[in-house]
């Protein structure tokens, strides 16, 4: 079934008051959102009932956890911190592999009306390709490549710092889909040069930022509280960085869409983001505190806040700051 707008207008996607009415649409690249949330990969991601439970939560659009081609079970507790400022995450890729996933998804793209964007993790070409024709396969909207996973060795970070393999997987995902592909990055690959040659090599679009890499110690037991010992920084402490990322990227790279996320917890936040350049904003730790109403109260308060200010689309707030 294709996915466009007609077939889910009952949430959030033109909403009037009077006769004022607001246009809360979005898209990246191909994809049509029927507004600017969307799931960040990782968080209620690995099944067909957790995403639809967030489709019907009103996303406008779905992230997978990371899969990988060989299930993962991921490191032994403790794999997440609550820090009071952020979170701290070592959860080692735990996924069911592109196998069993596959399944989930086919499922998932049958019943569910918003865009899925499947993350795919690899250490290898042929791990991408593998993971990427399954899901592709099972009817996946569009590939964001995990580039910038800090805590597993070998995938991720490691992946997204080698330019020869990541443009040569975007360049083959390319020859074989015309579905969107995505790449996820953080701090450590949002110099310009390397993302230029991503681009080059076909990229249509960016996410960023994932979790930084980071440490947390417990003085009582003197070791590091993480089993893994490093894990992913996320939530209200990183805001100022992804912030401060996605606006780069859109000033040297106008043309390409970038989903921003970290540490959005509030509308306030995902209009920063928006006003920066992204043209959606990535829901990740905030579920954990605030459940999956955090998604209608970003879009509720986006609405009001196009409202008050007389917007018409929450477009026109995409990079507002970086045209003034
Ligand atoms: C528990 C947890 C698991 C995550 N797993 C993944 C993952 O599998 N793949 C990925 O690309 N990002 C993963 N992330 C990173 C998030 O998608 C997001 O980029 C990051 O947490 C920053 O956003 P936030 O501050 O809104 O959480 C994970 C984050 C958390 C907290």
Not at 90 to 109: D, Q, V
Not at 157 to 167: M, N
Not at 186 to 210: F, M, P, V, W
Request: hydrophobic share 40%; glycine share 10%; net charge neutral.
């Amino acid at each position: 079934m294709s996915k466009t707008l007609n077939n889910f207008s009952s949430i959030r996607e033109k909403v009037s008051h009077g006769k004022i009415t607001v246009d809360l649409t979005t898209s990246i690249s191909k994809l049509s959102l029927r507004n600017p949330t969307v799931l960040a990969s990782g968080i209620l991601g690995s099944s067909y009932s957790l995403l639809k439970r967030v489709e019907d939560a009103g996303a406008g659009a779905l992230t997978t956890k990371t899969i990988t081609r060989d299930p993962r079970e991921g490191y032994v507790n403790p794999v997440f911190v609550d820090l009071g400022y952020g979170y701290l995450n070592a959860i080692g890729l735990r996924n069911p592999g592109a196998e069993e996933f596959s399944k989930e998804l086919s499922r998932a793209t049958k019943n569910i009306q918003i865009p899925i964007i499947t993350s795919i993790g690899g250490s290898k070409f042929e791990e991408f390709i593998f993971v990427a024709e399954k899901m592709l396969e099972a009817g996946c909207d569009a590939l964001e490549l995990n580039l910038s996973c800090p805590h597993v060795d070998g995938y991720g970070l490691d992946v997204g710092l080698d330019a020869k393999l990541t443009c040569e997987i975007i360049k083959q995902l390319k020859s074989v889909s015309s579905k969107p592909i995505f790449a996820k990055i953080s701090l450590h690959q949002s110099q310009k040069n390397l993302l230029e040659k991503y681009i080059n090599a076909g990229l249509d679009g960016i996410t960023a930022i994932n979790a930084l890499k980071g440490l947390a110690i417990s003085i009582e037991a003197l070791s590091p509280i993480l089993s893994n010992v490093i894990g992913g920084l996320s939530g209200p402490c990183i805001k100022p960085v992804a912030l401060a990322i996605v606006y780069e990227i859109h000033r040297e790279f106008p043309d390409i869409p970038i989903i921003g996320v970290g540490g959005i917890q509030s509308p306030e936040d995902a209009i920063e983001m928006i006003l920066v350049g992204a043209s959606a904003v990535g829901i990740g730790s905030a579920i954990v505190r605030k459940d999956l109403k955090i998604f209608m109260e970003i879009i509720d308060g986006i609405e009001r806040f196009l409202l008050d200010n007389g917007f018409k689309s929450v477009k026109e707030l995409i990079g507002y700051i970086n045209r003034r």
